[in-house]
C-alpha cells in the first residue's frame, strides 16, 4: 500500500521527495499500516505554504518514522536531474575551455567556457572575431582554482557518444539566478555574481536581476585581495560570493561587500524574503530537525520550508545523535524545480559560506581497502561504506559487480564486507568513491599518475584524427599516438590499418598526469625494445646504447627524440662510418635508430649522439638506407658471372656459378633470360643440364639466396650506370630499364635493378586505351619506364610506360636496335643446337634458314586450305604452308613440290614454307644500297619480327614493335599476311639468319601521341625542380620565358624557372583586365621570392617545408612587395589551407583570375592568389540570364574578377564566391535560377543562387494561361524569378512578366488571384481542373484558392458516369468559368462551366447524344400535392440517369439503381420526401449489390457516351429521353418508398396517372421518328436497312451501354457480313468501330488481330491512318509513333502519312523531330511533290509547332518558285490569321511587283484592296489603288512600245 500511496496520492499535494524508487520489500511489510496511517493524517493536515513544496512535519512516534521515510533520501541520481535544477558544486578540475564541477552524491558535471557570464562570452567573441588575443581577458585558470564552491545550474543533460550521461551546467549569474527580481532584493542576502567590469572606486558585478545594477566598491574588496588573491586585481569573469550591503531605488541599485568574514557569517533569515521559486543553493540556514531516520533526517527551515538531508550529508560526528525539533545550522544543496524537493547538507565545511570542502590524501587514491563494511544500501545509486580509517565511501550501482545480471543484492546487506579501490574522491561528499570490480582493484593504471613513461600499455582505438590515433588505455585514461608513431613508417592512410576498436600494443612516450595528458608510440621497434628508456637528461651516460626517433635531418646532422621530450643531435661526422653528404636523403623523420650517447649536460639539457655503436657492430633497427655490411655477401649486384645450368625448374634454371668453382647456387628465372618473352621460352627449351651461360648478371643477392639475369638492356643500363642505387636518387622525368613485377587491374608494377620498384597506373601505361592491362604486359617483360613522381614520406614512385613519353623519338633506330639484339640472342640459341650432336631434329632445324629451297611431298590438305609436307631434308620437323601461301596451286597428297623456307620456329620444331611462284623464281641479284626505301609484301608474322619479301625476291625481317613498351595492337593496326609496307633496308649482306634486316617506315604507323590537357599545364616548363638556395623575401631578376592566362614563367638562371601568379603583377588590378598580359615574353624583370610550388602536386609549399629548396620559386612583381612588405598570407609557416581559407570573412570582397569553366561541375574556377583556389558557382556568374546561358563564353581564361566570398566549400580547401553579391532571397527581390524539377499539373522546383530552392506554381509561370504551361520549361533553363515570400525556409516565386517587369506596357490576360477578396460575383475567371470528385469539379483559380463546380453547372447535359467527366475534365485542363457565388467566411466559391455563363463551347461534345436537362425540371410551385408528384417524378429521373443501361438490357426484370446523390442539384421540399427518399436508398443499395454479381465484365466503366472515330463526327447513341420514363417503374418505387396504406382519393389519383402514361407509350410507338429501345427494336431496324452503318454501330453502342462487350463484338462481325461488299466505306465504318471497341475494352492482341484482318479486308493506307488517329485520341503515345514509322516504310510515296505524322509529332511539341521529317519526306517522295510538302509542313507548324520555322520555310519555297501562286496565297491567308500588319503588307508588297500574267496581278492587287479596306485606313488603301494604276500604266506602255 505504501507504494500504491506513492504511485497514486489522493489529491493535495505531493507531501514525500520520492527521489528513489520502491522501497525495500521488508520494511515495506512491517511498515504497512503505519505508512498508511501517517500519509492519511499528513494529508488531512493539508499544509498551506508554497505549492508543490515538500512540508514535512514533526510526528512524536518515533518508531513509525524511522521506518517510514526509507524511501525519501535515496541519494541524487543521473535520472532525478532536470534543467534548471539548482545545485552546489565545487570545482574539481580547470582548463582552458571548461571547468569540471563536484556536484553532491558523487555526481560531476561541467561548465563550458560559454557558459561563465555575459561579459566573459562577450569577450571571446570579441577575440575570435579579431584573431587577437586581448590584454583583459583571462583564461579559466587565472580565476577559477580547484576546491572552489559555485552555484550552478543544469542546463542540459545529455548522452555521450559513449552512452554515458553528461550533465551541461552553466554558473551564469542569469541563469542562477533568474528567480530573483529587483524588489525581491533585500539586505543581508548572499548571492553569486559575477565581475562584468572593473572601474576605478570599484567593480560592477553582474548578479543577474535585470534592471539592477550591483557595485562591490574597493574596500570592501581589500581584504578579500589580500587573503585570496594575493594582492591581485579582480578578473572580469570571476566568480564571487557576495553579501548584500544596502539595496537602493527599489533594487535598482546595490552595494555588495565580499569580505570574507561577512560571507562566512552570513545567514539565510525569513526577512530575506526567500521563497521557494527564488531559493538559492550554498545559502547556510537555521533549520528544525523533523523526523530522524536511520538513512536521512527531514528538517524545516525559514519557518515554512521542508527539506532533506541523505545519509551521505549527515555530520559524521553526530550521524545517530539528532533528535527531534533539535534546531541545527544546515546548507541548501539543490532545489528541484518542479517538485520543488530542497536537499541540505549537514556537514561542518559547507555551513561557513566561501570555504571549501576537504581534500583526500594523495597516498590514499588508487589505495586497495581489503575490508570495508556496508553501511547503508540504495536501490538506485548503490552502496555506502565505512572503511578501514572509519570514513565513510560510496560506490556506485555499476561499480559493484562486473555487470548488472551477476550483481546480488544479498551481499550487501549492512555489516556485510568487501574488498574495494578507492578511484575517485567526491568533493562536495567529502567521500571516497569506491569501487568493487575485480578488473579496477587488479588494474595496473587508474589514473593519469599511475602511467609512467616507458610503460607497455595495451589500449583500443578510439578515433583516428588528423594529429593522431586517439587510444584507450582504461576507462579513465585516453592516450594520443601522433601521426607519426602510427607505425615504423610514417602512414599516409592509417584507417587502411587501424579500425575502430582494434586493441593495440603501445608504448608510452610521456605522461603528464596534471594536463591529463598521454602521448603514446606504435612504431614496434620502440615498442618491443629491450634497450634502457631514456626519459631524463641525468639517465644519459656517455656510452648509454638506447633507441629513438629521428625528428629532423638537416645538413648540419640529425636530432633524434626520446622518452619525455628528451632530444639529442647527432653530428654529421656520427651519421656513418662513410660519409654522408645530404643526411636530410638518408634519414627521414620518424625513422627508428639506435644511438649511443657520447656526451650529456643535463643542466643546459645538451646531448650529443652517434649512430657509430662502437659495442656492436651491425646496428639493429636500421633504416632501409643505411647500407649492409654482411660478410656473407659474395656477390654485388651489377657483377657478372658465368654459370652452368644444374637443374631445370617449371619456372627457371638452377645454376651453379663458375668463378666459384660450382659451390655457390644461384637461380635464373626464365623470365629473366632474354629481353624478348619469345627467347625466354626458346632458351629455355633449347637449354640442358651441363650447359655453360656466360655473362650473367647479379640480379639481387639475400645470402643465400642469389637471383640472376640475362636481360642486355638491364645488364648494359647497369654497366652504363643510368640506374639509381636508393630511393633517394631518384627525380621525376628520369628514364630507367626494369621489368615488369607484376601486372594488376589497377597498373603494373616495374622492378629496377638495385630492388625499387614502382607503379605505372593504368592511365599510364600506353598510349592506347587500356582495357585490360594483362593484354598489355607480362611478368618479367623488359620495358623502359619514366619516373612521373615520387612521395618520399611512403617511398613510392608512379611511372608513365608510353611509348610517347619513353622513347627517344627515333623509332626507327630503337626499333633497328631490337632487331638486331633478337637476331643476336637467335644465332646464339643456334650454335646452342649445332652442339646437340645427338638430336638429329636439332640438326635438321640448324640447316634450314629461310630463303632456302626444299624439295618435298605434299602430305595432307586441311580443311582450311593449309598443307603439311614431309622430305627427306625436314625428317622429324612439322612442314606447313598457309593457304595464301599455296599461291594458286591445287595440290593433292603425293604430289611433289618445291618451296621456300619463310620462317622456322624452333620451340615447336616447325617450318613454315611458300610455294608462290613470285617467290620461288629466280631473278639476277640486285645491288641494295643501305637505309634504301622498298615496297615489300608480307609473307609470314612472328611473335618478335615479321618476314617481308622485297621486290628483288630476297626476304628481310622487319620488327613487331618499335619500343619495348610497344606491346599492344588493335586488330586494325596488326600487320596481315600479303599486305604491302614501305620498308628500309638496315643490312644489305647475307648472314646467318638467312634474312636481311629492315624497319618499317615511320611514316606508315600510326604514332599515337597523346595530347595535354589544359590543366596539365599548370607549370610544364619547369619538368623537374631544381635544387636552389633562394629563401623568403629574396630579390631575383629573370626574363619572362612565357605568358599564360593566370601565370607568367620567369627563368632566373639557366637552370632555375620561376612563377608569377596574376595576383602578383599589379597593385591594382582593373577589373576584366588580363594582368599577365602586360608582361611580354623577353622581357627582364625584378622580383621577389615569396614562396615555392611543389612541382609534383602543384601545391603552395610554405617557405617552412622541408621540399622547399627543391621547389620551383612564387615570385611576385607588385611595386608594394618588392618595396619590402612581404605579403604575410604566404608566409604562414606550414599553416593548412583551412586557416588560410579563414583569412577571408563572408562578404569580403575579392580580386580573382578565370582558370576554367567547369562543364561538368557547373562552376567557374578561379584562382585569387598562388595558393589560394575559388569557385563560382552557375547561378552567382551574372544577373543576366544570357550569360547564365553560356557562360563558357562569357568569361576568358586570366580575366580579373571583382567578387565577394560567400564561405568555403564542402572540402574546405577552395573559396565559394559570388558575381554577384550575396543575395538576400528577400520577398520583392527579382534574382536568376535555374529549373531543376518540372511537376505536371503544379509547376517546377527551381534551383536559386546560394543552393537554396523555391517552387512556382502554374498560375505564375505566366500573365497568359496556356493550354500546356509547362511545355515551354524543361530542366536546366535559365529563368528570371520574383520572390514571392519567403517563410519557413519555403520560397514561393512568380514568372509573370508583370511581376518581373512591372513598367512593361503588356496586358495581363490572367490577373492574380491571391486571396478570395479577388474574386468578384459574376466575375469570368480562367483555371486549371484540379480534380473531379463525387462532390463535383474542383477548379483551381490560384495557389491557394480552389473554386467548386457542381455538375449540373458543368454542362446541359445529363451525365450518369464520373468517368466521362474525368475523360473531358482531365487534370490541367485550361477553362474559363464563371462566378456563382462568394462565401468569404467559408474560403468557398462557387462556378459555372455552362457555355449561357461563359460564352464559351460546352466541354462535353454534342456528338455523344447525352440527354439535355428539360424544362420539365423546373420547379412549379403550387399546392403540395403538385409539388409531391414533381418531385417523385425527379427522382426517378435521378435514378434513371444510373439504371437505364441495366434496365434496357433485361426489360422484364425492373432493377433500380442508387440515386447519384452529388448529380443533378435538385432541393428537397418535404421533410417527408426526405426520409422517403432515404428509404428508397437503402433499397436501391442491396439491388445495385445484386447486380453488380451478375454483370459478366467487371473491369469494364463504360461511359454512355461513345466515340467512334473523329471523321465521323460520332454517331448519335440511342438513351431513353426523360419523358419515356416507365410508370410502372414508379408504382414499384411507390410501394417501397410509402409503406402507409394509401387513401381512396390517392387510389383514383394514381389510376388517372396510369392511364396518362399508357397512352403516351402508345403514342411514342406510333411515333415514326422514334428511337430504338431493346434489342428487338434494333434487329427490326437493321433487317431493314442491311447496309447502312449507323444503324449498326447505334446497335453496338446499345450494348456497350449494358456492358455486354461480347454482344457488341458480335453485333460487329454480324454486321461485316450482313453489309453489302460493294459499300466499302459503310464496312470500313464498322471495321473502325471494332478496332475502337478492341482498344477501349479489349487487349493489344485482340486489337492487332482485328487490325490484321481489317487490312486484308479494306484499303490498308485508311485502316492504317485510322488506327494511328484511334491509339492519339486514347494517348496511346507510343503505339501510335511506332505505327506511323511501319506506314512510313509501307506507305513511303503517299504524301498524307507523311503529313499525319508531322500533325502528329508538332500536337506532341516535338519539332526537332517534325524538322528531320521533312528531310526524310523531301528524299522519299518525288520532286514533284516536294512544294505541296513543304506548303502543307509550313501550314501545320503554323498552327501547332514553331511559326518562324514555318515562315522560313514559305520563304525558302517562294525564292525557289516564285511563280507559284498558289503558295503565295496560302502563306497571304495564314499571315493575316497569324502575323502582324507590317508582315502582311511587306508580303502584298514583294507580290505585286513580281512578273506574273495580268490576270493573277489582278486577283492580287484584289486581294491587296480588301484586305487594306478591312484593316488598314484610308491612306493605305489610296496606296494600293495607286499601285495597281502604276502597274495598268507600265503594262500598257510596255504593250505600245
Request: with cysteine; hydrophobic share 35%.
Given at each position: ?27 515495506e ?8 496511517h ?54 574539481k ?7 569540471v564541477?563536484?556536484?553532491p ?27 587577437e ?22 542546463t ?34 548572499l ?17 543577474g ?10 574596500q ?11 594582492g ?14 544596502e ?6 541599485i ?10 562566512a ?12 521559486s ?8 537555521k ?51 518542479t ?11 559547507f ?5 571549501s ?44 559487480s ?102 593495440v ?16 608510440t ?77 656526451k ?37 649486384i ?44 626458346l ?17 639481387s ?49 616495374v622492378e ?47 611511372l608513365?610506360l ?68 614431309s ?11 598457309t ?42 641479284k ?10 615489300a ?52 649482306k ?86 599577365t ?15 615555392g ?40 609557416k606550414?599553416?593548412?589551407?583551412l ?16 582558370k ?32 547564365l ?24 580547401t577552395n ?48 500573365d ?42 503588356n496586358k ?15 466575375q469570368l ?32 447535359y ?11 475534365l ?44 428539360d ?88 461511359s ?19 419523358k ?59 433487317l ?32 461485316l ?97 517534325t524538322?528531320?521529317?521533312?528531310e ?51 502563306y ?22 513580281l512578273s ?46
Amino acid at each position: 500500500m505504501a507504494s500504491m500511496e506513492e504511485n497514486f496520492p489522493r489529491g493535495g499535494t505531493q507531501k514525500k521527495p520520492t527521489e528513489g524508487k520502491t522501497p525495500k520489500p521488508k520494511i515495506e511489510q512491517d511498515n504497512l499500516f503505519d505508512i498508511h496511517h501517517e500519509e492519511q493524517t499528513q494529508k488531512r493536515k493539508g499544509s498551506q505554504g508554497d505549492q508543490g513544496k515538500q512540508k514535512k512535519k514533526f510526528k512524536p512516534d518515533q518508531k513509525a518514522t524511522f521506518k517510514d521515510s526509507v524511501t525519501n533520501f535515496e541519494p541524487l541520481t543521473v535520472e532525478g536531474l532536470c534543467e534548471g535544477m539548482l545545485l552546489l558544486g565545487c570545482i574539481k578540475e580547470v582548463s582552458d575551455f571548461e571547468l569540471v564541477i563536484s556536484l553532491p552524491n558523487g555526481l560531476s558535471g561541467f561548465v563550458p567556457v560559454t557558459q561563465i557570464s555575459d561579459a566573459y562570452s562577450k569577450m571571446l567573441s570579441e577575440q575570435v572575431a579579431e584573431g587577437e588575443l586581448l590584454e583583459d581577458l583571462n583564461s579559466l585558470s587565472d580565476m577559477y582554482s580547484p576546491g572552489t564552491l559555485v552555484r550552478c545550474i543544469v542546463t542540459s543533460v545529455e548522452k555521450s557518444a559513449d552512452g554515458r550521461q553528461s550533465i551541461k551546467l552553466s554558473i551564469n549569474p542569469k541563469k542562477v539566478n533568474k528567480g530573483l527580481n529587483a524588489s525581491a532584493l533585500a539586505s543581508g542576502m548572499l548571492l553569486s555574481g559575477l565581475v562584468s567590469s572593473v572601474e576605478d572606486h570599484g567593480y560592477l558585478i553582474d548578479i543577474g536581476v535585470s534592471g539592477t545594477n550591483a557595485f562591490l566598491p574597493r574596500q570592501k574588496a581589500q581584504n578579500y585581495l589580500k587573503l585570496v588573491k594575493k594582492g591581485l586585481d579582480l578578473k572580469v569573469g570571476q566568480n564571487l560570493n557576495c553579501v548584500i550591503e544596502e539595496v537602493k531605488n527599489e533594487g535598482r541599485i546595490v552595494r555588495l561587500s565580499i569580505d570574507r568574514s561577512e560571507v562566512a557569517a552570513s545567514l539565510a533569515t525569513e526577512r530575506q524574503n526567500w521563497t521557494l521559486s527564488n531559493l538559492l543553493p550554498g545559502l547556510v540556514v537555521k533549520a528544525r530537525v523533523q523526523k530522524v531516520a536511520p538513512l536521512g533526517i527531514t528538517l524545516s527551515f525559514l519557518s515554512s520550508f521542508t527539506g532533506i538531508v541523505d545519509f551521505m550529508h549527515m555530520d559524521p560526528k553526530k550521524s545517530m545523535n539528532y533528535s527531534p525539533n533539535q534546531v541545527v545550522k544546515a546548507c541548501i544543496l539543490s532545489i528541484h524545480p518542479t517538485s520543488k524537493v530542497v536537499r541540505l547538507t549537514l556537514r561542518q565545511a559547507f555551513l561557513h559560506p566561501g570555504g571549501s570542502p576537504n581534500q583526500l590524501s594523495n597516498d590514499r587514491m588508487g589505495a586497495v581497502v581489503e575490508e570495508s563494511t556496508v553501511k547503508a544500501f540504495f536501490k538506485q545509486f548503490g552502496a555506502i561504506f565505512e572503511l578501514d580509517d572509519g570514513s565513510l565511501a560510496f560506490a556506485r550501482l555499476k561499480h559493484l559487480s562486473k555487470t548488472r545480471k551477476s550483481f546480488k543484492p544479498a551481499a550487501f546487506k549492512t555489516g556485510c564486507k568487501h574488498k574495494c579501490r578507492i578511484i575517485d574522491y567526491s568533493l562536495m561528499d567529502e567521500m571516497c568513491v569506491l569501487s568493487l570490480k575485480y578488473q579496477i582493484i587488479e588494474a595496473q593504471f587508474l589514473q593519469y599518475r599511475d602511467v609512467h613513461t616507458g610503460d607497455v600499455v595495451k589500449g583500443k582505438v578510439l578515433a583516428l584524427k588528423p594529429i593522431g590515433m586517439q587510444v584507450k588505455v582504461t576507462d579513465g585514461i585516453k592516450g594520443l599516438v601522433p601521426s607519426m608513431h602510427l607505425a615504423d613508417m610514417i602512414l599516409k592512410q592509417p584507417e587502411k590499418k587501424y579500425n575502430m576498436g582494434d586493441e593495440v600494443r603501445c608504448r608510452v612516450l610521456e605522461c603528464r598526469p596534471a594536463e591529463r595528458r598521454l602521448i603514446l608510440t606504435l612504431k614496434k621497434t620502440l615498442v618491443q625494445s629491450k634497450l634502457p628508456v631514456l626519459s631524463n637528461y641525468e639517465d644519459a651516460k656517455p656510452g648509454l646504447i638506447t633507441h629513438g626517433f629521428v625528428v629532423c635531418a638537416r645538413e648540419f646532422g640529425c636530432i633524434v627524440k626520446f622518452y619525455n621530450d628528451v632530444k639529442g643531435l647527432v653530428p654529421k661526422n656520427e651519421l656513418s662510418s662513410e660519409p654522408i653528404s645530404c643526411p636530410e636523403e638518408v634519414f627521414h623523420e620518424g625513422q627508428v635508430v639506435k644511438v649511443m650517447v657520447l656526451k650529456c649536460e643535463p643542466q643546459q639539457e645538451r646531448l650529443l649522439l652517434s649512430f657509430k655503436l662502437t659495442s656492436k657492430p651491425v646496428p639493429e633497427g636500421k633504416s632501409e638506407h643505411t647500407p649492409k655490411k654482411n660478410q656473407q655477401v659474395k656477390y654485388a649486384i651489377g657483377e657478372m658471372v658465368d654459370v652452368k645450368v644444374l637443374k631445370k625448374k617449371e619456372n627457371g634454371l638452377e645454376v651453379s656459378i663458375l668463378e666459384d668453382e660450382g659451390k655457390v647456387i644461384a637461380s635464373l628465372p626464365t623470365v629473366y633470360v632474354s629481353d624478348f618473352v619469345a627467347n625466354c621460352k626458346l632458351l629455355w627449351h633449347c637449354l640442358q643440364e651441363g650447359d655453360v651461360l656466360p655473362r650473367v648478371m647479379c640480379l639481387s643477392d639475400k645470402g643465400e639466396h642469389i637471383i640472376l639475369s640475362r636481360k642486355s638492356a638491364v645488364i648494359s643500363a647497369v654497366q652504363e650506370e643510368q640506374v639509381v642505387r636508393s630511393f633517394s636518387e631518384i627525380q621525376p622525368g628520369m628514364l630507367l630499364t626494369g621489368y615488369v613485377r607484376n601486372v594488376m587491374p589497377f597498373g603494373v608494377f616495374v622492378e629496377f635493378p638495385f630492388g625499387l620498384t614502382g607503379l605505372a597506373p593504368k592511365v599510364s601505361m600506353s598510349d592506347k586505351f587500356v582495357t585490360d592491362t594483362k593484354d598489355h604486359f607480362v611478368v618479367g617483360q623488359t620495358v623502359i619506364a619514366k619516373v612521373m613522381s615520387i612521395d618520399e614520406e611512403k617511398q613510392r614512385v608512379l611511372l608513365n610506360l608510353k611509348v610517347s613519353e619513353c622513347s627517344s623519338g627515333n623509332s626507327a633506330v630503337e626499333s633497328f636496335a631490337l632487331l638486331s639484339q633478337y637476331f643476336k640472342e637467335m644465332k646464339e640459341i643456334w650454335n646452342l643446337l649445332r652442339r646437340r650432336e645427338e638430336s638429329s631434329t636439332a640438326r635438321s632445324l640448324c640447316e634450314l634458314v629461310p630463303g632456302k629451297e626444299l624439295q618435298l611431298v605434299v602430305q595432307d590438305v586441311k580443311e582450311d586450305g593449309s598443307a603439311l609436307f614431309s622430305g627427306s631434308s625436314v625428317t622429324g620437323l612439322t612442314v606447313t604452308a598457309t593457304r595464301y601461301h599455296l599461291g594458286d596451286k591445287s595440290i593433292v597428297p603425293g604430289e611433289k613440290a618445291k618451296g621456300l623456307v619463310l620462317h622456322v620456329d624452333a620451340l615447336t620444331s616447325t617450318v613454315y614454307v611458300s610455294l608462290r611462284e613470285e617467290l620461288l623464281k629466280q631473278r639476277a641479284k640486285q645491288r641494295l644500297m643501305e637505309n634504301s626505301q622498298h615496297a615489300a609484301i608480307v609473307q609470314h608474322i612472328a611473335e618478335e619480327f615479321a618476314v617481308v619479301s622485297l621486290e628483288t625476291g630476297q626476304l628481310a625481317a622487319i620488327p613487331i614493335a618499335s619500343h619495348f613498351n610497344d606491346t599492344f595492337r588493335f586488330d586494325s593496326e596488326k600487320l596481315k599476311v600479303g599486305q604491302t609496307v614501305s620498308v628500309t633496308l638496315k643490312t644489305v649482306k647475307g648472314n646467318d639468319h638467312g634474312v636481311l634486316l629492315a624497319v618499317q617506315d615511320p611514316a606508315k604507323k600510326n604514332v599515337f601521341v597523346r595530347v595535354r590537357k589544359e590543366s596539365e599545364t599548370a607549370l610544364e616548363e619547369t619538368l623537374t625542380a631544381v635544387k636552389h638556395s633562394l629563401s623568403l623575401g629574396d630579390i631575383v631578376t629573370g626574363t619572362v620565358k612565357s605568358v599564360k592566362p593566370t601565370h607568367v614563367t620567369v627563368a632566373i638562371d639557366d637552370k632555375l624557372t620561376g612563377s608569377i601568379h596574376a595576383s602578383r603583377i599589379l597593385d591594382e588590378v582593373p577589373i576584366d583586365s588580363f594582368p599577365t598580359y602586360t608582361l611580354k615574353a623577353g622581357q627582364k624583370v625584378t622580383a621577389r621570392v615569396i614562396g615555392g610550388r611543389d612541382v609534383n602536386t602543384h601545391r603552395y609549399l610554405p617557405i617552412t617545408h622541408p621540399h622547399f629548396t627543391r621547389s620551383v620559386p612564387e615570385l611576385s612583381i607588385r611595386p608594394s612587395e618588392i618595396e619590402g612588405k612581404v605579403t604575410t598570407m604566404l608566409n604562414l609557416k606550414g599553416e593548412s589551407a583551412l586557416k588560410k581559407l579563414g583569412l577571408y570573412k563572408v562578404g569580403q570582397t575579392v580580386t580573382c583570375f578565370v582558370k576554367k569553366y567547369n562543364t561538368l561541375k557547373n562552376w567557374l574556377e578561379v584562382e585569387v592568389t598562388p595558393d589560394i583556389r575559388g569557385r563560382v558557382p552557375h547561378l552567382l556568374l551574372s544577373l543576366n540570364t544570357k550569360v547564365l546561358k553560356h557562360p563558357e563564353k562569357s568569361f576568358k581564361n586570366g580575366q580579373a574578377l571583382s567578387a565577394t566570398v560567400t564561405g568555403t566549400d564542402v572540402t574546405e580547401t577552395n573559396l565559394c564566391l559570388s558575381l554577384t553579391g550575396i543575395q538576400s532571397l528577400e520577398q520583392g527581390i527579382i534574382t536568376v535560377g535555374m529549373v531543376a524539377k518540372v511537376t505536371p499539373h503544379v509547376g517546377l522546383t527551381i534551383t536559386l543562387p546560394g543552393g537554396k530552392t523555391g517552387k512556382v506554381s502554374i498560375f505564375h509561370l505566366s500573365d497568359t494561361y496556356t493550354e500546356k504551361p509547362l511545355g515551354d520549361f524543361r530542366i536546366g533553363k535559365i529563368v528570371r524569378c520574383y520572390i514571392l515570400c519567403n517563410e519557413n525556409g519555403k520560397i514561393q516565386l512568380s514568372l509573370r512578366q508583370s511581376r518581373l517587369n512591372p513598367k512593361s506596357s503588356n496586358k495581363v490576360e490572367d490577373a492574380e488571384i491571391t486571396c478570395i477578396k479577388d474574386v468578384k460575383k459574376g466575375q469570368l475567371v480562367r483555371g486549371y481542373v484540379k480534380s473531379v470528385t463525387p462532390s463535383g469539379v474542383f477548379f483551381g483559380l490560384s495557389t491557394s484558392l480552389l473554386g467548386r463546380i457542381l455538375f449540373q453547372n458543368v454542362s446541359p447535359y445529363f451525365v450518369q458516369k464520373h468517368s466521362l467527366y474525368e475523360r473531358y475534365l482531365p487534370e490541367g485542363k485550361l477553362l474559363t468559368a464563371k462566378v456563382l457565388g462568394v462565401n468569404r467566411e467559408e474560403n468557398h466559391v462557387e462556378l459555372s462551366l455552362l457555355p449561357e455563363d461563359t460564352g464559351m463551347p460546352c466541354i462535353l461534345p454534342e456528338s455523344l447524344g447525352l440527354p439535355r436537362y428539360d424544362a420539365e425540371e423546373e420547379r412549379r410551385e403550387g399546392e403540395d400535392k403538385e409539388k409531391r408528384e414533381e418531385f417523385k417524378k425527379l427522382k426517378a429521373k435521378r435514378r434513371r440517369g444510373n439504371s437505364e443501361s441495366e434496365q434496357e438490357a433485361k426489360p422484364k426484370k425492373r432493377k433500380i439503381c442508387p440515386a447519384d446523390e452529388n448529380d443533378s442539384g435538385v432541393e428537397v421540399f418535404c421533410r417527408e420526401e426526405e426520409e422517403d427518399d432515404q428509404g428508397e436508398e437503402d433499397t436501391a443499395k442491396k439491388k445495385s449489390k445484386q447486380l453488380k454479381k451478375r454483370s459478366e465484365a467487371p473491369r469494364l466503366q463504360v461511359s454512355t457516351g461513345f466515340t467512334w472515330d473523329e471523321d465521323m463526327n460520332a454517331v448519335d447513341v440511342p438513351v431513353l429521353s426523360r419523358k419515356e420514363s416507365s410508370e410502372s417503374e414508379e408504382e414499384e418505387e411507390d410501394l417501397q418508398s410509402k409503406p402507409k396504406k394509401q387513401t381512396k382519393k390517392e387510389k383514383e389519383l394514381e389510376k388517372e396517372k396510369m392511364e396518362k402514361e399508357l397512352c403516351k407509350i402508345e403514342a411514342a410507338l406510333m411515333d415514326p421518328s422514334r428511337q430504338p429501345q431493346t434489342a428487338d427494336d434494333f434487329d427490326r431496324l437493321v433487317l431493314s436497312s442491311p447496309n447502312s452503318s449507323i444503324l449498326w454501330l447505334q446497335y453496338m453502342a446499345f450494348h456497350l451501354q449494358a456492358t455486354e462487350i461480347e454482344k457488341a463484338r458480335a453485333v460487329a462481325e454480324r454486321a461485316l457480313k450482313t453489309i453489302s461488299f460493294r459499300e466499302e466505306q459503310e464496312k470500313l465504318n464498322v471495321w473502325v468501330a471494332l478496332l475502337n471497341l478492341e482498344n477501349m475494352y479489349g487487349t493489344e492482341e485482340t486489337l492487332m488481330k482485328v487490325f490484321e484482318r481489317a487490312v486484308q479486308y479494306n484499303e490498308p493506307l485508311k485502316v492504317f491512318q485510322h488506327l494511328c488517329d484511334i491509339y492519339a485520341n486514347s494517348e496511346k503515345y507510343k503505339q501510335a509513333e511506332e505505327l506511323y514509322h511501319t506506314m512510313l516504310k509501307r506507305f513511303r510515296q503517299e504524301k498524307s502519312v507523311w503529313l499525319k505524322y508531322a500533325s502528329f509529332l508538332l500536337k506532341q511539341g516535338q519539332t526537332e523531330a517534325t524538322h528531320r521529317l521533312l528531310e526524310r519526306a523531301l528524299k522519299a517522295l518525288p520532286a514533284k511533290e516536294h512544294v505541296d510538302v513543304i506548303s502543307k509542313f509550313a501550314q501545320l507548324e503554323f498552327r501547332f509547332g514553331d511559326p518562324e520555322h514555318a515562315k522560313a520555310l514559305f520563304e525558302s519555297t517562294l525564292t525557289s518558285y516564285p511563280k507559284r501562286t498558289d503558295i503565295w496565297s496560302i502563306y497571304m491567308d495564314i499571315m493575316i490569321k497569324h502575323g502582324s500588319q507590317k508582315e502582311v503588307r511587306d508580303i502584298f508588297e514583294r507580290v505585286i511587283h513580281l512578273s506574273l500574267a495580268p490576270k493573277r496581278m489582278k486577283f492580287f492587287f484584289k486581294r491587296y484592296l480588301d484586305y487594306e479596306k478591312r484593316y488598314g485606313t484610308a491612306e493605305t488603301v489610296l496606296a494600293v489603288k495607286t499601285a495597281a494604276l502604276e502597274y495598268v500604266e507600265a503594262k500598257s506602255s510596255l504593250a505600245e512600245s
